[in-house]
């Protein structure tokens, strides 16, 4: 079985999907469950973690994240609905910095919210530099935006609502890059609902560019249907297809001999050998001397689609993966495991239960393409939105080939990312747990990194209401001037 990276997985959970065919008639989010299924369930939480997570220690240490639950057991003080007890355990996952670790709703909350769809917030907030924006379109001009910068919602605070939600949101190592990535849009809507609750008219106080504050009266929407943390496999599977909708190549008219490979996620298993060595040729035909390859917004997908590419970028042997920390511990809750990682890393076990023991296991070196390898200029585009198996990419190419790094630090983590994944049921609430079962290490320097990669050159896109890719500007300014250089 090919290695799906979680990236995908994180943000696929915060958007629409399927829902499953199987509907819990008698569930109601009002159902409450007793102080002792709730600590039970705590108690079961925090030892899944300790027998099966796969870097739980990386970025959070055992006492700070014992204290977590021991904080969580004392809010533990009365029944609670399965959305009360989210609220509680939810923050807990998100300290451990893993952006592959989330708590989710169960099968019977999901089922219930696609009948019953809740209103959300509008899907067109975003949090930039500490400051929540909001895009609308102009009331007499559809074609025109705007950006306002809200103040409060319903009262309460922007700043506030910002700092609360990021308690509730899975960030990757020590950097914020990824929490952002997360709060935007549908990702904002559906985190603030979770934490604030759901109405159907939010009250947003706003100021404009001109520093003139109003009241906006926003109605909610109703989301698409919502999948279940337990569903992603499916949907993954359909994706190995889909080609066109996560890749495009442009040739931009006003940059000679430049190529723009734009790759939305490393999700194409069924089209990427093919097509990587058809585009390298046609690169090769077309000489092509400036490769600028768009990785923003890749939230990950299948290692190995990385790696092909990266046979035509590299003159030698390389790395992509160098080792995957495995745990070893014994696994004692099976019967609670929904979906399984696989066997692509067999999990070990020993006969005692001992907190973060593992194994590493190392990855096999890559080789080069046999033909139309690339050696020319090679710019390589990211954000807070490479995450995952495009952050390794991000890396390890950085680290073994001459390209230029442009654009924000990304989302995942510069030395190396949790992969693979198990959906465990909590056995009372039934809440969700998706839990990535080995790290993974890049080619990076430092492997105790604690951020994600840096680029060589820093240029961030602001939100504003015409669109204007500065990054993309900065990558043609450097080429021309390259160009004019060379005359």
């Known amino acids: 079985m090919k290695r799906l990276k979680n990236g995908l997985l994180i943000i696929l959970l915060l958007l629409a999907g399927k829902v499953s065919a199987q509907i819990d008639t008698t569930?109601?989010?009002?159902?409450?469950?007793?102080?002792?299924?709730?600590?039970?369930?705590?108690?079961?939480?925090?030892?899944?973690?300790?027998?099966?997570h796969a870097s739980l220690y990386r970025y959070q240490s055992k006492a700070?994240?014992?204290?977590?639950?021991?904080?969580?057991?004392?809010?533990?003080?009365?029944?609670?609905?399965?959305?009360?007890?989210?609220?509680?355990?939810?923050?807990?996952?998100?300290?451990?910095?893993s952006g592959h670790t989330g708590l989710f709703y169960s099968r019977a909350y999901i089922n219930w919210q696609n009948k019953y769809p809740v209103d959300h917030l509008t899907p067109f907030l975003t949090v930039q530099d500490g400051?929540?924006?909001?895009?609308?379109?102009?009331?007499?001009?559809?074609?025109?935006?705007?950006?306002?910068?809200?103040?409060?919602?319903?009262?309460?605070?922007?700043?506030?609502?910002?700092?609360?939600?990021?308690?509730?949101?899975?960030?990757?190592?020590?950097?914020?890059?990824?929490?952002?990535?997360?709060?935007?849009?549908?990702?904002?809507?559906?985190?603030y609902g979770n934490v604030f609750g759901y109405k159907p008219v939010y009250d947003l106080e706003v100021m404009d560019t001109l520093n003139r504050n109003s009241t906006l009266h926003l109605k909610a929407f109703h989301a698409k249907r919502t999948m279940g943390a337990?569903?992603?496999?499916?949907?993954?599977?359909?994706?190995?297809?889909?080609?066109?909708?996560?890749?495009?190549?442009?040739?931009?008219?006003?940059?000679?001999?430049?190529?723009?490979?734009?790759?939305?996620?490393?999700?194409?298993?069924?089209?990427?050998?093919?097509f990587h060595e058809q585009f390298f040729k046609r690169m090769q035909d077309d000489k092509i001397k400036n490769l600028v390859i768009d990785i923003r917004g890749n939230t990950g997908g299948l290692p190995v689609v990385?790696?092909?590419?990266?046979?035509?970028?590299?003159?030698?042997?390389?790395?992509?993966?160098?080792?995957?920390?495995?745990?070893v511990n014994k696994i004692t809750f099976n019967d609670y495991i929904l979906h399984d990682a696989g066997n692509d890393q067999p999990q070990k076990t020993t006969d005692k239960v001992q907190p973060y023991n593992y194994s590493w296991r190392q990855l096999p070196k890559?080789?080069?393409?046999?033909?139309?390898?690339?050696?020319?200029?090679?710019?390589?585009?990211?954000?807070?939105?490479?995450?995952s198996a495009a952050s390794i990419f991000a890396a390890s190419l950085k680290n073994q080939c001459k390209v230029t790094v442009i654009g924000e630090e990304t989302g995942g983590a510069e030395a190396g990312s949790d992969g693979g994944f198990s959906t465990i049921r909590l056995p009372n609430s039934g809440l969700l747990l998706h839990l990535p079962r080995y790290w993974e290490s890049t080619t990076a320097s430092?492997?105790?990194?604690?951020?994600?990669?840096?680029?060589?050159?820093?240029?961030?896109?602001?939100?504003?209401?015409?669109?204007h890719d500065a990054v993309m500007e900065k990558v043609k300014e450097l080429i021309l001037s390259s160009l004019n250089k060379a005359k």
């Not at 700070?64 to 029944?79: E, T, W």
């Not at 993954?236 to 006003?254: H, R």
């Not at 990385?306 to 745990?327: H, S, V």
Request: proline share 4%.
């Open 131 to 191: 400051k929540l924006l909001l895009r609308i379109k102009s009331a007499k001009d559809t074609s025109k935006r705007y950006i306002l910068t809200v103040k409060s919602i319903d009262g309460l605070p922007s700043d506030q609502i910002i700092t609360t939600l990021k308690k509730y949101v899975s960030g990757e190592d020590l950097s914020e890059q990824w929490t952002d990535y997360q709060l935007q849009g549908v990702g904002f809507s559906s985190v």
């Open 306 to 327: 990385g790696g092909d590419l990266m046979r035509y970028l590299i003159k030698n042997e390389f790395t992509q993966i160098e080792a995957a920390q495995i745990p």
């Open 27 to 52: 569930y109601t989010p009002s159902k409450t469950y007793t102080q002792t299924q709730l600590v039970d369930d705590l108690a079961f939480l925090k030892n899944v973690l300790i027998e099966a």
């Open 230 to 274: 337990d569903q992603i496999k499916e949907l993954l599977e359909k994706t190995k297809d889909e080609l066109n909708k996560v890749v495009s190549v442009d040739y931009p008219t006003a940059v000679p001999s430049t190529a723009v490979l734009k790759i939305k996620g490393f999700s194409y298993f069924n089209y990427y050998q093919g």
């Open 64 to 97: 700070a994240l014992d204290s977590a639950f021991i904080n969580a057991a004392a809010m533990i003080n009365k029944p609670m609905t399965e959305i009360e007890f989210w609220r509680v355990l939810q923050p807990v996952i998100a300290g451990i910095r």
């Open 446 to 467: 430092d492997h105790h990194s604690k951020h994600g990669l840096i680029p060589d050159i820093v240029v961030k896109n602001y939100i504003t209401a015409e669109k």
């Open 366 to 387: 890559l080789y080069p393409a046999a033909e139309y390898h690339f050696d020319k200029n090679i710019y390589l585009l990211v954000d807070k939105g490479t995450f």
